[in-house]
């Protein structure tokens, strides 16, 4: 007779906990992309710089644990990735575990979009997630 309450409960549950990682955010960080702007039109052809935005967080290379901090990770024509697993590494997801706050990258003619997620000491979003608002860019 309660089965179907107890299924939904652990469901509910479950959900709540597969929704980020275990390492804690500041609950105020700020992350957004510094350049290019959304609708930003950029010359094919020619490799642009995006600067990353950070605030009320620190920056970390991979492997160092260290609270409130984590590194970059922008993704490229892609959804966000799953926030309770290690942010996968390819051309749609790139790292900056060095630290990085910057890079320059080239893309083909067309709309495309930007956005950025802060990983931890692991690659795994923090809880809750830093991430940016999703940009649009057309390069032509």
């Not at 007779?1 to 275990?22: Q, R, Y």
């Not at 490799?47 to 290379?61: D, E, I, S, T, Y």
């Not at 492997?63 to 290690?86: K, Q, R, Y």
């Not at 979009?113 to 991430?131: A, E, I, S």
Request: hydrophobic share 40%.
């Amino acid at each position: 007779m309660f089965k179907p309450l107890a299924v939904a409960i652990w469901a509910l549950l479950f959900t709540a906990h597969a929704d980020a990682g275990s390492t804690p955010a500041p609950a105020n960080a700020y992350l957004y992309i510094g350049w290019p702007v959304d609708g930003q039109v950029m010359p094919a052809g020619k490799p642009f710089k995006v600067w990353f935005g950070l605030r009320n967080m620190g920056v970390a290379p991979k492997g160092v644990e260290f609270p409130n901090t984590g590194h970059h990770h922008l993704l490229i024509d892609t959804e966000l990735p799953s926030m309770d697993a290690e942010i996968p590494s390819d051309r749609n997801h790139l790292h900056f575990g060095a630290g990085e706050t910057e890079t320059t990258i080239e893309l083909p003619p067309g709309k495309h979009t930007l956005q950025l997620l802060m990983g931890d000491d692991k690659h795994v979003p923090h809880n809750p997630p830093v991430k940016s608002r999703k940009i649009t860019i057309t390069v032509r």
